[in-house]
């Protein structure tokens, strides 16, 4: 067993900083009378195993019915791990039912070491070439999941945490204090974490880091620690509740907690033959709050590329014209259509990121003779189809959504978004904001039209649908995904659209959406019923 000969502020002076001669600093005063409160320096070196279960539930602001509603309920699941301390290596095993976007289980176990990720078994919907490829199915972690996953483990092993920042003050920066609830914590910030103590106990109660969100903009990230309970010779924070800008998204608590159990290490090593060709860890831009947060819903594309699987066979995103000037963007998770009028373009939808709106101006623009996006509809509200609303307003756009979603935009486009990686930050105050109560029409010069119309349907208030009568081709996203297997049965996201499509009185040939590619009309009718 590893013996701590001195620490804290012994050890500080020890190595001759200069802070000794005036006496511990305020932040190395604060960390080691956490390491106290936690239960000693010694007390967590001595902890080599962790296993333990929990249960958690998870929520997502952006996929709220009604734009900037109520969040959705994601899942609740239950959890088991295990934790090498020495070798930093952990093993999660998840059971995970889902309430939304479909109610589903995933049984699925994560390895994580700090060279490589692995996940064993289905974890998603959105599964990549190479979990599709395994028999049975598994992958390697994108270099963006470990990063992610290495963060967040980071963060949760509250004792190693603080351990560190005792052994390396130097590192371990002034921070503002964190002001939560009307109290106020002061705190440290370390290697991208920003650690708020409790001023009566002494105890973490709050770590932070800056993120970015891509509906959002600049975020706070933390995960608030309460319940502490003693287990062995330390204490361990019981309730673990992540809140995103406040508001909790993620509700963890252990049901129990064991340390220094034996551990199989068959359990918790990574196979050879994907060690081999697995990621290493993201460094720069990793798009955090995409990686954690599209796993609450089990869709994420696991992937160093956040639009597409760069494992596919072609990986990337490309045009496929429709018609003439009517071009999908297809290649990645989340589709465009773009539609050329006499002197402007119409862009339906913004998914996922600006990064990926960058690519589809400039595509949209070298097909199109460099005319503008004059017009940028969205479907719906929800992260994943608009989360590159800001990229694609470059050229001026009026921003066009469904009822009631203009108070939710005003406040998006008002965010703070200096931590945008793909983006600098600029003003949207002169962003025009269109809003469609029932129907909307968007003429050219030469009388061409593309309309929109307001859905009555499960997924999202204000939800609409794109017609070109032109290419007699309609647009739709997430109630159907063109090209990919209908159900054996009708269901109310279906027949939703061709309620709509009854409604308005319209005669599509085909719809194309912001998943899946393009399909006959008829497919649906079929199903569903004229
Ligand atoms: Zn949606």
């Not at 958690?56 to 088991?80: H, T, V």
């Not at 370390?190 to 932070?208: N, S």
């Not at 918790?268 to 955090?288: C, K, M, Q, T």
């Not at 200096?418 to 949207?428: E, F, I, M, V």
Request: glycine share 8%.
């Amino acid at each position: 067993m590893k013996r701590i000969a001195a620490f804290g502020v012994t050890l500080v002076c020890a190595l001759g900083l200069a802070s000794c001669a005036t006496g511990p600093s305020k932040e190395q005063q604060l960390v080691s009378k956490a390491v106290e409160a936690v239960g000693g320096a010694q007390a967590i070196a001595d902890i080599r195993t962790i296993s333990w279960k929990g249960t958690i539930k998870q929520w997502e602001p952006e996929q709220s019915d009604l734009p900037g509603g109520e969040m959705r309920f994601c899942n609740e699941a239950q959890l088991e791990g295990a934790i090498d301390v020495q070798a930093r290596a952990a093993r999660t095993d998840w059971v995970k039912n889902f309430a939304y976007p479909a109610p589903r289980t995933f049984t699925y176990s994560e390895i994580v070491t700090p060279s490589a990720g692995y996940v064993i078994g289905i974890d998603t919907n959105g599964r990549n070439a190479e979990s599709m490829k395994a028999n049975p199915p598994a992958h390697s972690m994108s270099g963006y999941r470990l990063a992610a996953t290495q963060r967040e483990g980071r963060r949760a092993n509250v004792s190693a945490l603080l351990l560190d920042m005792l052994f390396n003050p130097e590192r371990v920066q002034p921070a503002a204090d964190i002001v939560a609830q009307g109290r106020s914590y002061p705190a440290v910030a370390y290697q991208g974490l920003i650690v708020a103590f409790d001023p009566q106990t002494g105890l973490p109660a709050r770590i932070r880091s800056l993120d970015y969100d891509n509906i959002w903009g600049d975020v706070t990230w933390d995960l608030v620690l309460s319940d502490w309970k003693p287990v062995g010779n330390v204490k361990v924070a019981m309730s673990r509740k992540a809140q995103l800008n406040g508001r909790v998204v993620s509700d963890f608590t252990f049901s129990d907690v064991k340390l220094n159990q034996a551990l199989d290490a068959k359990r918790l090593a990574i196979p050879g033959d994907v060690l081999a060709h697995a990621a290493r860890p993201a460094s720069g831009n990793v798009p955090y709050q995409w990686v954690i947060r599209r796993q609450y819903i089990g869709t994420y594309l696991d992937s160093d590329n956040a639009s597409y699987d760069t494992r596919a066979a072609s990986p990337g995103l490309r045009l496929q014209e429709l018609a003439p000037g009517v071009a999908q963007v297809v290649g990645g998770s989340h589709n465009s259509l773009i539609v050329e009028m006499s002197d402007f373009l119409v862009v339906f939808d913004a998914p996922v990121s600006d990064a990926q709106s960058q690519w589809t101006m400039k595509a949209a623009k070298e097909k199109f003779g460099g005319k503008p996006v004059k017009w940028v509809v969205l479907t719906h509200h929800h992260m994943d189809h608009a989360g590159g609303v800001r990229a694609m307003l470059a050229d001026g756009g009026t921003l066009v959504v469904g009822a009631p979603a203009r108070e939710h935009y005003l406040k998006v486009l008002a965010a703070p978004a200096t931590r945008n990686p793909d983006l600098s930050p600029r003003s949207y105050a002169a962003v025009q904001i269109m809003e469609v109560t029932s129907s909307n029409v968007i003429t050219d010069s030469r009388g061409k039209q593309v309309m929109m119309y307001v859905m009555d349907n499960p997924h999202a208030k204000g939800m609409m649908m794109g017609w070109v009568p032109e290419a007699k081709l309609g647009w739709i996203t997430d109630l159907w995904s063109p090209g990919t297997p209908l159900p054996p049965k009708p269901n109310p996201a279906l027949a939703s659209v061709v309620s709509t499509v009854k409604r308005a009185g319209l005669q599509p040939d085909r719809f194309a959406g912001g998943h899946g590619s393009v399909a006959p009309y008829s497919q649906l009718t079929q199903l569903v019923g004229q």
